[in-house]
């Protein structure tokens, strides 16, 4: 079945500090790949997105790409900001009828000043 | 609406009782989905429906599970005879269609006790 695994957290990085988030997933088929972050307080947010192979998703200086050969879309900023502390998730839609969200377990990143 | 709102926000209850937790989506998505986040565990899907009708119910664990929708919109997630294993946060999801962008609402912490 499809399956999403996520490095296990958490990640402590001083600010400014490079970040990398792995994540691999399994999938028949071609599915959409997704970051989702969950602030403080808040709810899950869509960070990027990539629905083919070699797609870039990037948005807030976070990036991942969709590598199909690797079964990999790992998440990464040059610079991370103490505002960057969250909850991220990686996730797949299986572009079934359903199409619902297969997530990873989620890796918490702390970023101290 | 705005966004996704769910309610409550928090939920305490007792071992056997039964417990409803309420989706307003986004006005005029049609497509919405259920879904739990359990400690250290990653979100699961439980339901999907599109419309009022429930074409995926294959996440729902047991029988003491059950969702509804009416008039396309307000979902309603019942669990009967909680146990203190359904203690998690049930986050709700909405998509204008089925292909399109997720938003989730800020969840309902249920806790069993």
């Known amino acids: 079945g499809n399956s999403v695994t996520q490095m296990e957290g958490p990640v402590t990085l001083s600010e400014e500090a490079f970040l990398t988030i792995n994540c691999t997933y399994t999938?028949?088929?071609?599915?959409?790949l997704f970051w989702y972050v969950q602030y403080p307080g808040e709810g899950l947010q869509l960070l990027l997105k990539?629905?083919?192979?070699?797609d870039k998703g990037s948005n807030k200086g976070f990036e991942a790409t969709y590598r199909k050969e690797t079964t990999s879309f790992h998440l990464e900023k040059g610079s991370v900001q103490v505002s960057d502390s969250a909850v991220y998730f990686c996730a797949l839609s299986d572009r079934s009828e359903t199409d619902k969200l297969i997530f990873g377990t989620g890796t918490r990143l702390q970023v101290f000043p | 609406g705005a966004g996704v709102s769910q309610s409550p926000s928090n939920k305490v209850t007792e071992k056997g009782k039964d417990v409803e937790l309420r989706c307003d989506p986004i006005?005029?998505?049609?497509?919405l989905y259920w879904y739990r986040q359990s400690l250290g565990q990653g979100l699961e899907f439980l339901i999907y429906f599109q419309g009022n009708s429930a074409p995926d119910k294959s996440g729902l664990p047991s029988d003491r599970f059950s969702a509804e929708r009416t008039g396309g919109s307000v979902s309603t997630l019942t669990i009967q005879r909680t146990q203190q294993e359904d203690s998690a946060v049930y986050l709700c999801?909405?998509?204008?269609?089925?292909?399109?962008?997720?938003?989730f609402g800020q969840g309902t912490r249920l806790t069993v006790v």
């Open positions: 990539a629905t083919k192979a070699d």
């Open positions: 999801a909405s998509k204008r269609v089925r292909r399109g962008e997720a938003f």
């Open positions: 999938a028949t088929g071609y599915p959409s």
């Open positions: 006005s005029g998505h049609t497509a």
